[in-house]
């Protein structure tokens, strides 16, 4: 079975522009979780979405933005880009939403912003 | 809230050294409690979790871990490690919400 796939892999953009990234979540995989690592603020969480539908919010501002398809894969967006949006953006998937649904990570996207 | 705190950002040991990797979790409910493993450029890989049961839980790779109620401790141990181990070691809780909480990392740095 494929894991968790995340496009593109490597990215650089510069400050007030946007960007959207893509997580294909393993099939049959209903949730998926978004999280932010950086060297200062480490992983932090993003957002869930389930059934196409925001289940979980973390603590970051309007301009991060997700939706999830009807096929499970998720997109997030950043809208004006800042320079400390520059992070490493891991997606990970589970079967189901709540407590306890092991989550399986991707890769991550690392976005660079100058 | 809940949070993690893992006590040593940087841990460098000899190959076939013991190695313990400290985390401590504040929690006023029952916890679900992981350690992941993340080699350098990929994503994150789940070492062991601890659901409920057994407070020794066994995880991939010859890593171990004890939970720890009264201390609110989940310590990761290796008896033994490889160079192969080099890696960057993240504790977490699962709040009630089921979303994971993560400590700042542990770098496992392990010489020849």
């Known amino acids: 079975k494929a894991g968790v796939t995340q496009t593109p892999r490597y990215l650089i953009k510069t400050r007030g522009q946007q960007v959207t990234l893509s997580c294909s979540p393993i099939?049959?995989?209903?949730?998926v979780s978004w999280y932010q690592q950086t060297p200062g603020q480490g992983l932090q969480f993003l957002f869930e979405?389930?059934?196409?539908?925001?289940?979980n919010k973390g603590n970051f501002p309007g301009r991060f933005s997700g939706r999830q398809f009807s096929n499970s894969r998720s997109e997030m967006n950043v809208s004006t880009l800042e320079l400390g949006d520059s992070a490493l953006y891991l997606c990970a998937s589970s079967l189901d939403f709540g407590s306890y649904n092991e989550q399986f990570f991707g890769p991550g996207t690392r976005l660079t912003v100058l | 809230a809940q949070s993690v705190t893992q006590l040593d950002s940087q841990v460098p040991v000899f190959e076939e050294a013991p190695v313990e990797l400290r985390c401590n979790y504040s929690?006023?409910?029952?916890?679900?409690l992981f350690w992941y493993v993340q080699y350098p450029n990929q994503g994150l890989q789940l070492l062991l979790k601890y659901l409920s049961g057994s407070t020794l839980v066994k995880g991939i790779n010859g890593f171990e871990a004890e939970f720890n109620k009264s201390q609110t401790s989940f310590h990761l141990r290796k008896p033994s490690v490889h160079i192969s181990d080099t890696a960057e070691y993240f504790c977490a809780v699962e709040n009630q919400g089921g979303k994971l909480i993560f400590g700042q990392g542990t770098e496992l740095s392990v010489k020849p």
């Open positions: 979405y389930f059934s196409e539908t925001q289940r």
């Open positions: 929690s006023s409910v029952s916890v679900y």
């Open positions: 099939s049959g995989h209903r949730s």
